[in-house]
C-alpha cells in the first residue's frame, strides 16, 4: 500500500464525497495586478473582526493615533487587538452595522485619516529563527492576526500545538467562484508566503508541508513551485477543481485521505491548516513588524467597469471601493460579501471591509437574479449527494422551520460548512444554507445563555455554601464564648462573683423595666377610662338640661299659670335627680379609679353597670312627666261644672287637646329614636305617698262634686271650639287643676304598685 507522501508524488489524490462545478467567473479579475489604493476620507473599524472576543479599547474620542499603533488590546487568549490602518483622529465611537449575514450592529471606531500616514516606530527582525518560539507567538498575537481565509480564527492560539504535528497543510485551492485575491497574492507575493511558511514551520515542526492548490490557477502554481525550490520539506498539491476543495475537512480528506469526525479538530490528528493569505500576514508582522491593517480583496461582477483585486485597508467602506471600480449601479442590483456560495447580501455600502473580507461582489441582473419564490421540497435528493459533509440537508430544513434544536444536533449541523452545494442544485429554490445560519445562530445563542445560567447558579450554590459555613463558624464561635463564660462564672474567684453579681443585676434591671412598662401601660389605660366617662356624664347633663328646656316650653303652651309652679316644681327634682345621677356617675368613677385594676374587662364591666342604671332613671322619670301631662289635661276638662263659664271650659278642652297631641308626637318620636330617647329625656322626681293619698281624697271629692252638678242640670259637658261664653271663677279652675292633678298621681301610684 502506498504511503501519503508517495501517492502525492505521484500525483494521485482522495476524492471527498459530494461537491459541484459552478461557473468559475475567475476571468474577470485575475488578469490584472493588485492595485494600491489612495486613503478613503473615513474608515470604520469594528472591535470584534474574528471569532472570540473583541478586545478593549485604548483610544477615546479625539485621540490623535499613529498607523500601525493599536487601538484596542487582549484581556484573554481569544482576543485580538485592532490596529489604526493609518495616523489620524479618532472622530467617534459608537455601534455600526459590520459584515454579517443578520446585519447586526457592533461598538466601531471612527477614524478620520489625516492624509500623512505616519508609522508608529517599528522593529524589523531579518533573522527569525533568533527569536524564541514565545516570542514569534506574541508577535503573531500583537500583530492581531487571524484567520483570513473566512473562518476568522485567533492564529496564535492555533499555532500554539504541543502535540506533535505530521502535516501542515497550506491552502491555496481557493474554489469559490469569482474570488482571486489568493491567487493574484501568489502570483506577486510568493517569497513572502513561503517565509510566513517557514515560520510556522519553525513554530510547529510538522513532519511534512502540503500546500493545496486547484488547477485553474497555473502561474500561482508555477510562482509557488520556484520559491520552494531547494524547501524539500514543502510539497505543492495540485488538485482538480471542484467546489467546495477549500474546505477545512474537504481538503484535508483529498490530500490525506483522513476524515475528521463530528466534534474532532485537526490538530487532534496532527493536522494544522493555515490560509496563504494568513502566511503572508504572519511574514509580515515577524519579520517587517508590521500589524494586519490591510488586505487583498477582489472587487469584481459585470456591474462594474474596472473588476479588479486591490489592497484595501480594514475599515474601508465597500461604497470607496465600488467608485473605485466603476461601479453601475443598476436596479434591482445586489451587493455580496464573499463569493457566490458563501457570501451574504449586504445591507448597505457602507459597511467596512475587515480581516475575513476577501471579495466583494456587485453582479449585475442577468448574470445572478433574483431569487424566485421558494417552492416545496419535492424530495428529489439532490442535496444530499452534493453535500460535502455527509448531511441530510432536506431533514435540516425541516428541523430548523421547526425550530427542533435538539434534532438538529443529532443530525449534525455543525458539521456543516455553508458552502451552499445543496442550495445550488435544488430545483425548488429553497435556501437552504439560510436557514442553517439562522439555526446556528440560535442553537449557539441558548448555549451562551445556559452557561451564562450554570454559572449563575454555580455562583449561588458557592454563596449558600459560604453562608452556611459562615452560620456554622458563627455559631461555633457563640457557643466556645458561652462555654467559656460559663466556665468562668462557675470558677471559685472574686472574678466570676463579680460576673455572676453583674449578670444578676442586668436580669433585675429588665425584669424592672418590664413592670415600669406594664405600670405606664395601666395608667395610661386609667386616663383613657376616665376621659370617657367623664365625656359620657357630660353628654347626658347636656342632654338632661337640653330636655328639661323642651318639657318647660310644652308645659307652659299647655297649662295655665297655676301649673306654671307645679312644673317648675317638677323642674327642680329633675335637676335634682340629674345632679343624682351625675353624683352616681362621679362616684362610679372614684369606684373605678380606685378599684384594683387587675383586670380591664371588670373596669368596662363597672361602667357599663353604672351607664345602664342612670338610662333606667332617666326613662323611669320621662314616663312619669308624660303620664302627668296627660292626666292633667284630662282631668281638666272632666272636672268642669256644667254651670262653669263656658268660655274657658272651651279653652281649657283646646288646651288639653293640643298637650295630647303633643304628647303623642313625643311618644311616636321616642318610639322611632330609641337611642336618642334613652340620652334625652329628662329625669323627674316622683311625689311622695303622702301627697299621693292626699291627691286621691281630693280627685274622689272633685268627681263626688262635679257628678253632683251633672245631675242637676242633666247636661253632659262637651267641647265645641266655635261656643262663646262668658269667663269662669277662679275656684272652678283651681277645682278642675286639683282634681287633674290628683286623677294622674293615682294613676301613677297605681302603675307604681303593680
Known amino acids: 500500500m502506498e504511503s501519503i507522501i508517495e501517492r502525492i508524488n505521484n500525483g494521485k489524490f482522495w476524492q471527498f464525497h459530494g461537491g459541484v462545478h459552478p461557473p468559475e467567473q475567475k476571468w474577470l479579475s485575475n488578469d490584472k495586478p493588485i492595485r494600491p489604493l489612495e486613503l478613503p476620507e473615513l474608515l470604520v473599524l469594528p472591535l470584534q473582526q474574528h471569532i ?42 459608537e455601534r455600526a452595522t459590520i459584515p454579517h449575514p ?22 524589523v527582525c531579518d533573522d ?30 492555533k499555532v500554539n500545538q504541543k502535540p506533535v504535528i505530521d502535516f501542515l497543510v497550506i491552502n491555496a485551492a481557493e474554489c469559490e467562484p469569482y474570488i482571486t485575491s489568493d491567487d493574484l497574492l501568489m502570483r506577486e507575493h510568493s517569497p513572502s508566503i513561503i517565509d510566513g511558511i517557514k515560520i510556522l514551520d519553525h513554530l510547529l515542526l510538522p513532519g511534512h508541508i502540503l500546500i493545496g492548490i486547484e488547477d485553474n490557477k497555473p502561474e500561482a502554481i508555477r510562482a509557488l513551485q520556484k520559491a520552494t525550490e531547494g524547501y524539500d520539506k514543502v510539497r505543492v498539491c495540485v488538485l482538480p477543481t471542484k467546489y467546495p476543495t477549500g474546505g477545512e475537512k474537504q481538503l484535508i480528506k483529498a490530500l490525506t485521505g483522513k476524515e475528521v469526525p463530528a466534534g474532532v479538530i485537526p490538530g487532534q490528528m496532527g493536522i494544522v491548516m493555515q490560509n496563504v493569505a494568513t502566511c503572508y500576514a504572519i511574514a509580515d508582522a515577524v519579520i517587517n513588524d508590521t500589524p494586519l491593517i490591510k488586505r487583498v480583496v477582489t472587487v469584481t461582477g459585470q456591474s462594474l467597469e474596472k473588476p479588479q483585486n486591490v489592497w484595501a485597508l480594514l475599515g474601508t467602506p465597500v461604497e470607496f471601493l465600488l467608485s473605485q471600480c466603476g461601479y453601475k449601479e443598476a436596479e434591482n442590483s445586489m451587493l455580496v460579501m464573499g463569493g457566490p456560495m458563501m457570501g451574504f447580501t449586504l445591507p448597505s455600502p457602507k459597511i467596512p471591509i475587515i480581516k475575513t ?8 441582473n442577468k448574470e445572478i437574479p433574483t431569487p424566485s419564490d421558494e417552492q416545496e421540497c419535492i424530495r428529489c435528493g439532490q442535496c444530499a449527494d452534493v453535500c460535502p459533509s455527509h448531511l441530510l440537508p432536506q431533514e435540516l430544513q425541516w428541523s430548523a422551520k421547526a425550530k427542533d434544536y435538539e434534532q438538529l444536533k443529532k443530525l449534525n449541523l455543525f458539521d456543516c460548512i455553508d458552502c451552499g452545494a445543496c442550495a445550488f442544485v435544488c430545483p425548488s429554490q429553497i435556501p437552504l444554507v439560510q436557514y442553517y445560519r439562522v439555526a446556528k445562530a440560535e442553537i449557539r445563542f441558548q448555549q451562551v445563555q445556559e452557561i451564562k445560567a450554570d454559572k449563575a447558579k454555580a455562583r449561588f450554590e458557592a454563596r449558600k455554601a459560604r453562608l452556611e459555613r459562615e452560620k456554622i463558624a458563627r455559631e461555633e464561635k457563640h457557643r466556645k464564648a458561652a462555654e467559656a463564660r460559663r466556665a468562668k462564672m462557675n470558677a471559685n474567684t472574686q472574678e466570676a462573683s463579680q460576673a455572676k453579681s453583674a449578670v444578676a443585676a442586668a436580669l433585675a434591671r429588665v425584669k424592672a423595666k418590664k413592670g415600669d412598662d406594664a405600670q405606664e401601660q395601666e395608667q395610661v389605660d386609667n386616663t383613657k377610662t376616665e ?80 351607664v345602664a342604671k342612670a338610662k333606667a332613671k332617666k326613662k323611669s322619670a320621662q314616663s312619669a312627666v308624660s303620664s302627668a301631662s296627660d292626666t292633667t289635661s284630662e282631668k281638666a276638662v272632666a272636672a268642669k261644672p256644667k254651670d262653669a263659664n263656658e268660655k274657658d271650659d272651651k279653652k281649657a278642652r283646646i288646651a288639653t287637646t293640643v298637650a295630647k297631641a303633643k ?85 301613677k301610684q297605681q302603675a307604681e304598685n303593680k
Open 52 to 93: 472570540g472576543s473583541a478586545a478593549k479599547l485604548s483610544v477615546d474620542v479625539g485621540d490623535y493615533v499613529l498607523k500601525g499603533q493599536p487601538l484596542t488590546y487582549s484581556h484573554m487568549p481569544m482576543a485580538v487587538p485592532v490596529h489604526a490602518p493609518t495616523s489620524g483622529t479618532i472622530e467617534k465611537i
Open 102 to 123: 443578520s446585519a447586526m450592529q457592533e461598538p466601531c471606531i471612527y477614524l478620520k485619516p489625516d492624509g500623512k500616514d505616519k508609522w508608529v516606530e517599528r522593529a
Open 128 to 157: 527569525f529563527y533568533s527569536l524564541s518560539r514565545e516570542t514569534i507567538i506574541e508577535k503573531i498575537a500583537n500583530a492581531g492576526i487571524s484567520g483570513m481565509g473566512g473562518a476568522g480564527f485567533p492564529t496564535h492560539i
Open 357 to 364: 473580507s476577501n471579495c466583494v461582489l456587485a453582479p449585475s
Open 531 to 610: 376621659q370617657k366617662l367623664a365625656v359620657v356624664a357630660a353628654v347626658a347633663r347636656a342632654k338632661a338640661k337640653k330636655e328639661a328646656k323642651a318639657a318647660q316650653e310644652n308645659t307652659s303652651s299647655s297649662a295655665s299659670s297655676p301649673d306654671k309652679d307645679r312644673v317648675a316644681v317638677a323642674r327642680a327634682k329633675a335637676k335634682k335627680l340629674a345632679k343624682a345621677q351625675e353624683a352616681d356617675t362621679t362616684e362610679v368613677q372614684a369606684e373605678d379609679t380606685t378599684a384594683d385594676n387587675s383586670s380591664a374587662n371588670d373596669k368596662k364591666a363597672r361602667v357599663a353597670a353604672a
Open 663 to 747: 304628647a303623642k308626637k313625643q311618644s311616636s318620636t321616642d318610639i322611632d329614636n330609641p337611642a336618642q330617647e334613652e340620652i334625652t329625656k329628662e329625669p323627674v322626681q316622683a311625689v311622695s305617698a303622702t301627697d299621693d293619698k292626699k291627691a286621691r281624697v281630693a280627685a274622689a271629692i272633685a268627681k263626688a262634686k262635679a257628678k253632683k252638678l251633672a245631675k242637676a242640670t242633666d247636661v253632659e259637658p262637651e267641647v265645641d271650639v266655635n261656643e262663646s261664653t262668658p269667663d269662669n271663677s277662679v275656684d272652678d279652675k283651681k277645682a278642675r287643676i286639683a282634681a287633674a292633678i290628683a286623677k294622674a298621681k293615682a294613676k
